[in-house]
């Protein structure tokens, strides 16, 4: 079994900062690309930002320059620190991991894992 657990969500004001935790723990054998998705009320789920297990890292437009992601491979975590937060950063943020684990070895290919989500809101 593969769970992703986050943590760190929670109120703030305008202007302010935040920081999300993600880790990954179970039967893994590697993780490929992690990353943080975002769903708004009433909107699909974004990327916010991912990361490689070699350190690329890729942003979207919207939190470029406020976000941070970062990956400490030791302990399959991820981080992801928000600053200058705006409102319209309130959703629900989605840890995702791509991952290989022994059982899949073999199969060459990682399968998706999503964390339970926790609630980012920002008031004006």
């Known amino acids: 079994q593969v769970q992703l657990v986050e943590s760190g969500g929670g109120l703030v004001q305008a202007g302010g900062s935040l920081r999300l935790s993600c880790a990954a723990s179970?039967?893994?054998?590697?993780?490929?690309?992690m990353g943080w998705y975002r769903q708004a009320p009433g909107k699909q789920r974004e990327l916010v930002a991912t990361t490689t297990s070699f350190g690329t890292t890729n942003y979207a437009d919207s939190v470029k320059g406020r976000f941070t992601i970062s990956r400490d491979n030791a302990m399959n975590t991820i981080y992801l620190q928000m600053d200058s937060l705006k409102p319209e950063d309130t959703a629900v943020y989605y840890c995702?991991?791509?991952?290989?684990?022994?059982?899949?070895?073999?199969?060459?290919?990682?399968?998706?894992?999503w964390g339970q989500g926790t609630q980012v809101t920002v008031s004006s």
């Open positions: 995702y991991a791509d991952i290989i684990r022994y059982a899949d070895i073999t199969r060459g290919a990682g399968i998706d894992f």
């Open positions: 179970g039967n893994i054998f590697r993780i490929n690309v």
